[in-house]
């Protein structure tokens, strides 16, 4: 059931079957399917589209034109740039579709996605990891690095964000 402690947007459509938690925002042209969860403090821009089923932590922010398929789980204080796009299919065609086919990704807790970014399903990004902007992520990545490129590959190791 939806708290009544979040803020919607009244162009964003939320489902009464998602869990939304307090202070989250949510703004214009938005939409969040059921059984989608959301945590507390959560910042979500314009024209996301949260699957059902999508299960997202505390004090993320996601970015405006962000997609998160069904199969994604995001961490607590995870940042997705505008335009990251998550797929959930390892092999998508027109006709035969089914939730069968989902592939599972995990964002772990601190990870930041750079601006314009394809996830490919199936993989882990390790927490305090940075994805650089524009990349296309196709296997996993280990916790506290710098990846970035097309497809995105380790740039430095005992990677430690600027939090100053």
């Not at 006709?95 to 750079?114: C, F, H, M, P």
């Not at 199936?122 to 506290?144: E, F, M």
Request: aromatic share 8%; charged share 20%; with cysteine.
């Amino acid at each position: 059931m939806i708290s009544k402690k979040f803020f919607s947007h009244e162009t964003a459509i939320v489902s009464n079957d998602s869990k939304i938690g307090e202070n989250t925002k949510i703004w214009h042209f938005s939409h969040i399917r059921e059984g989608a969860e959301i945590g507390k403090n959560v910042s979500i821009g314009q024209n996301v589209y949260i699957d059902e089923g999508v299960k997202i932590g505390d004090n993320c922010k996601i970015q405006n034109n962000v997609s998160l398929y069904k199969g994604v789980t995001v961490e607590d204080s995870v940042f997705i740039g505008p335009s990251v796009t998550f797929t959930n299919d390892l092999y998508p065609t027109v006709e035969g579709w089914s939730d069968e086919k989902i592939v599972n990704t995990l964002i772990k807790k601190s990870a930041s996605i750079g601006a314009n970014s394809t996830i490919i399903c199936g993989i882990t990004i390790g927490s305090s990891s940075l994805i650089g902007a524009g990349s296309v992520v196709t296997k996993d990545i280990p916790n506290n690095v710098l990846a970035f490129g097309n497809p995105a590959s380790i740039i430095k190791t005992d990677y430690k964000k600027n939090t100053e």
